[in-house]
């Protein structure tokens, strides 16, 4: 009996990609798309009305069995509230990396395993791999490295990995689009979405303000001696490594370097400023080894569209890591994720205190 696989439709041309390279496989493929907040008039969204339907077209077009499951309330939860809370502290968060925690691979998974399916994909371009030597499964990076989406699931866990399925991470974004066209899919050339799901435009602040009731207090900029340079708007309204949009004229250049919360001031600084060499992190989730005991080579990356590089990461104590980069990196900020690797291999990775 065929290995019954459901796949997370997004509405997009990668997890149509993944149907497609599964049904091809002769695995029991059915679609499932999730609504996941009430806008039905942003489309190009993720979990948008547009792209729920965008995703029946191409099941029925795949022939497959479709389904909406409605995960709002959780995602409002999980995701929206998070995304608040982080901001309020300081920090600068990553949602999607949260939805992937508790939504794609946390209720998602777990309503497919009840309607009886074996596994769960999704249209990530990243891999999934056991390890018989060691007996873990192991994340890897995706075959087409422009496009490598394994930063956002470094938070995944054995049990997850072990019921994931990843088909367009062995395949180039070009090659899915050409089998998306090849089987007549509309959305075979569809561009790729680029705003937080619920952050249209990506203006955070007026979602701070209007969902989150968030209002932003002004205060002082100050340099890092602590001269004041000028108002700002409320510490919510900035992050770590931002340049445009201050409204501080001066003889050079500058960047948020820090938030301080206590004080209600922004720092701003030079470019040289905002490098650093060493971070710590918590909420820690190991991959490829079930425990750091020791410093480990590893190369490490602090933002999605960075390029990793090398470092060591040691434990500490509490589950905690520090990561000492080989050479100064720049604009690390709290809130987002580090992620280590070795080699094709994701070490794990956590959040950024």
Known sequence: MAEKVMVAMSGGVDSAGAALLLKEAGYEVSGVTLRLHGYRDRPGLCGSQEDLEEAARAAQRIGIPHTVLDLRGPFQRAVMDRFVSEYE?????NPCIDCNREIKFGALLDWALAQGADKLATGHYARVRYEESTGRWLLLRGLDRRK????????????????????????????????????????????????????????????????????????????????????????????????????????????????????????????????????????VNLISVPALTAPMRVSAKTRYSQREAPAFAEPLQGGAIRVVFDEPQRAITAGQAVVLYDGERIVGGGTIR
Do not use: M, W
């Not at 367009?168 to 974004?173: F, I, L, M, P, S």
């Not at 007026?206 to 989150?212: A, K, N, Q, T």
């Open 89 to 93: 502290r300081g920090r600068t968060p």
């Open 148 to 283: 490598d989406q394994s930063y956002v699931l470094y938070q995944l866990g054995q049990r997850q990995l072990s019921r994931l399925v990843l088909p367009v991470g062995e395949h180039d974004k070009p090659s899915i689009r050409a089998l998306a066209a090849k089987y007549g899919l509309a959305n075979a050339e569809k561009p790729d979405s680029q705003d937080i799901c619920f952050v249209p435009g990506g203006d955070y602040v007026s979602f701070l303000r209007s969902y989150g009731r968030i209002c932003p207090v002004p205060g002082d900029f100050t340099d890092r001696s602590g001269r004041i340079l000028g108002r700002h708007r409320g510490q919510e309204c900035y992050t770590v490594g931002q340049r445009k949009g201050l409204g501080i004229s001066a003889g050079e250049p500058l960047y948020v370097i820090r938030k301080d919360l206590e004080r209600g001031t922004v720092t701003l600084g030079p470019d040289e400023d905002l490098y650093s060499r060493e971070l710590t992190a918590d909420h």
